[in-house]
């Protein structure tokens, strides 16, 4: 069996030119052929239908000539990243705007019917958001797609105006005998060349603007601690200095303190609010930050590397002296934060009731600049309320910046503090503060969302500038 670019061929039907090409989606009682022909015929073989996917047909005078699989999209690809120009948040968020051609398998022999794979290509596209618009509730806005350059050359994705960006980092998924898992993979020294194609003509500015189009808002996930908030260089330094912490576990520990401390550290960063999402945030790791954590690696392999799991974390945060830990990240956070950003976001999270941090982060990236140890959001020594206050305290200066926080900070103290460091602060209201509100509104009332002079204003975070 010979192959056309990246479809698998078989002899199935004898369509003639020129005859109107149709897109279908396929039926549920057409489910088990389909399957059946994508397993017997495609060299990659079936794909599971896992999250928003969706199974089409393209028909030549009714017959079969064409199946292609769309589903979700690659979780993280750095030459996709660059082309789009998202950030890390931005991909996290609206990943589901990027679809994946998973299977592409072409129901003739070659050469019976000259640039049919580019013709059935492209008739899949221009349907394609419309189709999964109806079945999903949003339409995609770019495709996504990769080949294997030793075997294809990628022909009809380019004739159906695909672009070559670039290539996979060769992993491929890793199964054991009771684990089918997307994040657990292994090298296998084959890239895959990356093709991409926008659905609309203005597809990246929209998938990169700052306020989404009602459109495309269905498709955004909600999603806390994913995303890696350092550098490779940073990831490092960060371990290094977890490496001094003490243990507070017995001796004999599979995972050493140090990683498991800079995962927390990294998870933390990342937004993550509980253990579970710590754990989540773990399993995301590449095998290169794997390695270079000095994870261990998993018995009967070479370069599978395993993160500690829930229990691992429950029991090292359980048992973890607070204080120190905020005091080795925040020094470290000090020793490389550099100048403070414009705009800072100050805001606190639990980790259950076994750690609370509150956070001085970056607008733009999340990237934090200076954290603190809290025991409950109010109402204690070491509240939210009070960390965040001592933190601010405890900066160099913050001139010429601004500093953003919730109603919880909505304080004359918080305030008072972020003032005498030379910076300028707004802050959330709600109506279990009604003088302040009614003063915020009372003072907003006649001016533009762009002041003419600096003002000192705690504003309705209905109305937030």
Not at 353 to 359: H, K, L, R
Request: glycine share 6%.
């Amino acid at each position: 069996m010979k192959a056309v670019d990246e479809c698998s061929v078989s002899a199935h039907c004898d369509p003639k030119a020129n005859q109107r090409i149709e897109v279908q989606i396929v039926r549920p009682e057409e489910i088990e052929r389909f399957d059946r022909l994508m397993a017997e015929k495609h060299y990659l073989g079936a794909t599971r239908a896992v999250g928003d996917f969706l199974r089409q047909v393209v028909l030549v005078d009714g017959q079969w000539v064409a199946l292609l699989t769309w589903g979700a999209a690659a979780y993280k690809l750095k030459d996709r990243e660059q082309w789009i120009g998202w950030t890390d948040a931005q991909r996290v968020e609206r990943l589901k705007l990027v679809v994946q051609n998973r299977r592409f398998l072409l129901l003739v022999d070659r050469g019976q019917r000259p640039n049919l794979a580019s013709q059935t290509l492209s008739a899949s596209l221009r349907v394609l958001p419309k189709q999964w618009r109806e079945h999903f509730g949003y339409a995609p806005l770019i495709a996504e797609s990769f080949t294997d350059p030793e075997s294809f050359a990628g022909t009809c994705y380019k004739a159906s105006g695909w672009e070559p960006v670039g290539f996979s980092q060769g992993y491929s998924r890793h199964s054991s005998n009771c684990q089918h898992r997307s994040d657990f993979y292994l090298p296998n020294e084959r890239p895959k060349r990356l093709w991409l194609k926008e659905l609309h003509p203005q597809a990246r500015q929209r998938i990169c603007a700052l306020t989404l189009d009602p459109r495309d808002r269905p498709a955004v996930v909600a999603s806390v601690g994913d995303i890696s908030p350092l550098q490779e260089p940073q990831m490092l330094s960060l371990a290094k200095v977890f490496t001094r912490a003490s243990d507070p576990r017995a001796s004999n520990t599979h995972f050493r303190i140090g990683p498991v401390l800079t995962i927390v550290a990294m998870a933390l960063l990342a937004g993550a609010r509980d253990v579970a999402h710590i754990a989540r945030f773990a399993s995301r790791l590449t095998p290169r930050q794997r390695a270079q954590l000095a994870l261990p690696i998993k018995a009967g392999t070479r370069r599978f590397y395993k993160v500690p799991a829930y229990n691992v974390f429950y029991r090292v945060l359980k048992r973890l002296d607070p204080e120190t830990f905020a005091q080795l990240l925040s020094g470290w956070l000090q020793a490389h934060a550099g100048e403070l950003p414009v705009a800072l976001a100050l805001d606190g999270k639990m980790i259950r009731d076994q750690i609370g941090m509150v956070t001085l982060a970056q607008h733009e990236d999340g990237c934090p600049v200076a954290v603190a140890v809290m025991d409950q959001k109010e109402g204690t020594k070491r509240c939210e309320q009070t960390s965040a206050q001592q933190l601010i305290e405890s900066l160099p200066n913050l001139d010429g910046k601004v500093v953003t926080a919730d109603a919880l900070h909505c304080q004359k103290a918080t305030a008072r503090a972020i003032v005498e460091k030379g910076g300028d602060y707004v802050l959330q209201v709600k109506a279990n503060q009604p003088s302040i509100l009614e003063r915020a509104k009372t003072l907003t009332a006649n001016n533009t969302p762009l002041l003419s002079t600096p003002k000192k204003l705690t504003v309705d975070s209905k109305n937030a500038v």
